[in-house]
């Protein structure tokens, strides 16, 4: 796995959402589960979904690692 441009992916998916209309809360939300989609890949792009799935699959209860 890579955390090749995971800060990158976050910070756009943020403003994104932002200019998109969601509220701060979920434009967070969905930074933080595109920055999560990008290292869970050996590239930078390979991991990265739309906001409706990853909206999905937060809504199922993303298993988070601790």
Not at 31 to 40: E, L, P, Q, R, W
Request: proline residues 2%; contains cysteine; hydrophobic residues 40%.
């Amino acid at each position: 796995m890579s955390g090749t441009g995971a800060g990158d992916t976050s910070i756009a998916a943020f403003l994104t959402a932002m200019t998109d209309g969601y509220t701060p809360e979920d434009a967070l939300h969905l930074a933080a589960g595109t920055g999560a989609s990008c290292v869970a890949a050996y590239d930078a792009l390979s991991g990265l979904k739309s906001f409706e799935e990853l909206k999905k699959k937060m809504d199922a209860g993303w298993e988070k690692v601790e």
